[in-house]
């Protein structure tokens, strides 16, 4: 069990060592293209501090792969709210990810190919930056 006086220093280190990161990626011939760490809270079912991290496929498939990594109290779980746009078409859309604990998992960004951009936050009362962005290419 955590101590709210240990508690405390987790959500200070985790203010502390937060630095807003913007990643672009043009049309290299990467296969995929990292997300940023994302510092949050996890309180949909405990009291939990820790990161998201993840990857966006730079493929036809266009795969978001998000992995959480949270300490604290009672399960660590919280939702990752992803935003994109295909900066060449206009189409745009929203998906969520549920990450539980130190967990994998994925969704599918129905983009369609072109120029795309891609926010990824939670909605918890303490994260930081308050969005991660990358920018990628999917072939047409």
Not at 9 to 16: F, N, Q
Not at 41 to 68: K, M, P, W, Y
Not at 106 to 123: C, Y
């Amino acid at each position: 069990m955590y101590t709210v006086n240990r508690l405390a220093r987790i959500t200070a280190a985790v203010a502390v060592a937060c630095v807003p990161a913007f990643v672009a990626a043009g049309a290299a011939s990467a296969e995929s293209v990292e997300i940023p760490v994302l510092n949050t809270s996890a309180t949909e079912a405990g009291f939990c501090f820790g990161t998201i991290r993840g990857n966006v496929d730079q493929d036809s498939s266009s795969g978001i792969h998000l992995t959480s990594a949270f300490e604290g109290i009672g399960t660590c779980a919280t939702t990752a709210h992803i935003s994109w746009r295909n900066i060449d078409t206009g189409a745009r859309g929203n998906t969520t990810v549920k990450l539980v604990g130190s967990w994998y998992n994925s969704a599918t960004i129905p983009s369609g190919p072109g120029h795309i951009e891609l926010s990824v936050t939670t909605k918890e009362f303490s994260h930081s930056p308050d969005s991660v962005q990358v920018r990628y290419v999917i072939p047409g």
